[in-house]
């Protein structure tokens, strides 16, 4: 099955694959040609961010690919499966105009054939406390779904957003401990004009919610600003926990770690210093991170 999609005012055709057979013969071809590949792995309902994720594949690659799969086995019984978005059709065109070559858009039963039973669970300094706490089998099924994308398309790099930063340790600690020959790509946030991180959840903000939602931004602003001046982390980060919570936000945590072990500082000379905030406003769980 190969579908080209005409869409989009640049006529641009992305190809849309299904089974991993066919994704692994087309990725097959163009590496034959010589074309290095990159891949940008997702769950569809695609923004700016994604854009900025095809668009920095194209600095390293000249096949610059895109899945599109909302993994089952990343999501607790208790949260937004069954309604997390799936505009499809959009997303193909958003992929087109983005000059996105081809697209694996695979059925749950083609990710999880009947029998399919391995999970890979990782461990290390990236299981750092965070939503590994709060969101206990979410970093199981990322990593298992990663690893299963990565294995099938056998890229030459991968790129994730900085956004998911605890996300983007975890892969690339799978990647190392299972030796999969591919670069991990970090590729930096991008914010609505307010400061909210762009993240196809913001969807779910009601007109009220979406006008409060931008305080997760602003406070670890405020918090960076504080440590720059010489407060404590932990008292910056306590502001700010209790900064959200006045404003009616669920605060999982806002909390200041080492930026690549992930570990608890305490003085601002333990850095390079990340900043880390989950929080629930209304039913809608938001995450943020940005560099002190
Ligand atoms: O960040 C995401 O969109 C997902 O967790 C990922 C990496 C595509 C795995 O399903």
Not at 58 to 70: E, L, R
Request: proline share 5%; hydrophobic share 45%.
């Amino acid at each position: 099955l190969k579908i080209a999609s005409s869409l989009g005012k640049s006529d641009a055709m992305t190809a849309v694959f299904k089974t991993v057979a066919e994704w692994r013969e087309f990725l097959g071809a163009r590496r034959k040609k010589g074309q290095r590949i990159a891949l940008v792995p997702t769950m569809g309902a695609l923004h700016e961010g994604h854009v900025s994720l095809i668009n920095l594949g194209k600095q390293h690659a000249q096949c610059v690919v895109a899945t599109i799969f909302v993994n089952p086995t990343q999501f607790a019984a208790n949260e937004d499966f069954s309604r997390y978005p799936r505009p499809f059709e959009a997303d193909l065109t958003k992929l087109a105009a983005a000059g996105c070559d081809a697209v694996f858009v695979p059925s749950v039963e083609e990710m999880y054939p009947p029998g399919d039973a391995t999970r890979i669970t990782v461990a290390g300094p990236a299981l750092a406390k965070l939503d590994d706490v709060f969101r206990p089998t979410h970093f199981d099924g990322v990593a298992t779904v990663v690893a299963k994308l990565l294995l099938q398309a056998m890229p030459d790099g991968a790129i994730f957003g900085e956004k998911d930063w605890q996300q983007l340790a975890v892969i690339r600690q799978m990647v190392r401990d299972l030796m999969v020959p591919v670069a991990i790509i970090g590729a930096p946030t991008l914010r609505a004009a307010d400061g909210l991180a762009l993240s196809s959840r913001n969807m779910y903000l009601s007109s009220s919610e979406r006008a409060k939602a931008p305080a997760i931004h602003q406070c670890l602003q405020n918090a960076a600003a504080a440590i720059r001046n010489g407060v404590a982390p932990g008292a910056a980060t306590a502001e700010a926990t209790h900064a959200l919570r006045s404003l009616g936000f669920a605060v999982d945590y806002v909390t200041a770690r080492h930026a690549t072990s992930l570990q608890p500082v305490t003085h601002a000379d333990e850095g390079p210093i990340r900043l880390l905030a989950a929080a629930k406003i209304g039913t809608t769980r938001l995450i943020d991170t940005i560099g002190v």
